[in-house]
């Protein structure tokens, strides 16, 4: 046969060359694996049970590079801090997380968002005004003041305070020092003058942390790095004898 002669020189004790070409070497392999079968019918059946198993290995094998390729790129995409200035970091197993939040509490407020500072601006207000509101309250329902209101011979602790409604408008008046002039604490009532200091020095230490907590929130750099610029182009040159990179 024609490919026996053109591998005669080639093929020494029944092994092949390496200097025999690529085809050649297939066609001679192809000979020999059929010379161990009866006919073409079953060598085709040897091939398929043997090439399928190999092509169905292999196959997941690009699929899994690029799974891995696009699972380490996505690693690598991941930024410590992104382009607007924030940070891309999350604290986790740290001990007694809560309480080191409390211990410095002005920071923690500076830190969290907006929405929660102007949350805690209102309820701050609105609840040392419904606290003071509910002790007026009881100081006049004590002395006595909504049983005689309207008797002219009666003195009472606070005058125009005949109810809830008229205490929580007396505590927002004396917490902000608006003093409208219906409303005031008379000298029968020594419980209510204490009160009245008391509201008055909370009401300025209230103003005075949400006055710094809005000022320093405000004032932080935080979006400065959105509004930095660097030009497109650097420059080359020499300083002090030397060679130095500039851009602005």
Not at 17 to 45: C, I
Not at 85 to 114: M, P
Not at 220 to 245: H, W, Y
């Amino acid at each position: 046969m024609d490919l026996i002669e053109d591998s005669e020189d080639a093929q020494v004790g029944g092994e092949i060359s390496p200097s025999m070409s690529k085809e050649v070497a297939s066609r001679l392999f192809n000979l020999q694996s059929y010379s161990s079968f009866d006919s073409f019918t079953d060598f085709g059946k040897h091939q398929s049970q043997h090439i399928q198993p190999i092509a169905a290995a292999t196959s997941p094998i690009p699929n899994g590079a690029l799974t891995r390729d696009r699972s380490y790129s996505k690693r690598v995409r991941r930024r410590l801090v992104y382009k607007n200035g924030e940070c891309n970091i999350s604290h986790a197993n740290i001990k007694k997380r809560r309480q080191r939040y409390l211990a410095d509490i002005f920071t923690t407020l500076v830190d969290i968002k907006w929405r929660w500072n102007l949350l805690i601006f209102v309820m701050a207000f609105t609840c040392s005004w419904l606290l003071f509101a509910l002790v007026w309250w009881l100081i006049s329902f004590s002395h006595g003041d909504f049983e005689n209101y309207g008797k002219a011979d009666w003195k009472p602790c606070i005058e125009e305070v005949f109810d809830f409604t008229t205490a929580l408008l007396f505590s927002i008046e004396t917490q902000h020092t608006i003093g409208y002039g219906t409303r005031q604490t008379t000298s029968n009532c020594p419980e209510g003058i204490l009160i009245m200091m008391v509201q008055s020095c909370f009401g300025v230490i209230i103003q005075a942390l949400m006055t710094g907590l809005v000022f320093a929130k405000l004032s932080r750099p935080k979006k400065r790095a959105e509004t930095l610029m660097f030009s497109k182009n650097a420059v080359i040159c020499k300083r002090d004898g030397q060679f130095c990179l500039l851009f602005r």
